[in-house]
């Protein structure tokens, strides 16, 4: 059973940094392609970046390049998303997931696994 576990969310004055977690457990990753995704209020759910856990290629959406990173820590089974220059419409949930592939994965419907969530509020 694959658990996801996000955590690292809060409120932050715009310009700020944050960086959110993803404790990944119930199978070995290494085959896997590790997305985030976040869901503003009213708004559908949108790609923000993804990794893939064997080899490290990163995908970007565009309103996110630049200021992201999205990195994983094979030793403790984690993934993190660093956001800097973080503005006012970064406000969402930001949910981690995980899909068995060789690519990176940039939809949605390509993950099977989800999180439960965290919360980034930024501030104006």
């Known amino acids: 059973q694959v658990q996801l576990v996000e955590s690292g969310g809060g409120l932050v004055q715009a310009g700020g940094s944050l960086r959110l977690s993803c404790a990944a457990s119930?199978?070995?990753?290494?085959?896997?392609?590790m997305g985030w995704f976040r869901q503003a209020p009213g708004k559908e759910r949108e790609f923000v970046a993804a990794?893939?856990?064997?080899?490290?290629?990163?995908f970007y959406a565009d309103s996110v390049t630049g200021r992201f990173t999205i990195s994983r820590d094979d030793a403790k089974y984690t993934v993190y998303l660093r956001m800097n220059s973080l503005k006012p419409e970064d406000t969402a949930i930001y949910y981690c997931?995980?899909?068995?592939?060789?690519?990176?994965?940039?939809?949605?419907?390509?993950?099977?696994?989800w999180g439960q969530g965290t919360q980034v509020t930024v501030s104006s």
């Open positions: 119930g199978r070995t990753f290494s085959n896997y392609a």
């Open positions: 990794i893939r856990w064997s080899g490290g290629n990163t």
């Open positions: 997931a995980a899909g068995h592939s060789i690519v990176v994965l940039s939809t949605a419907y390509q993950y099977p696994y």
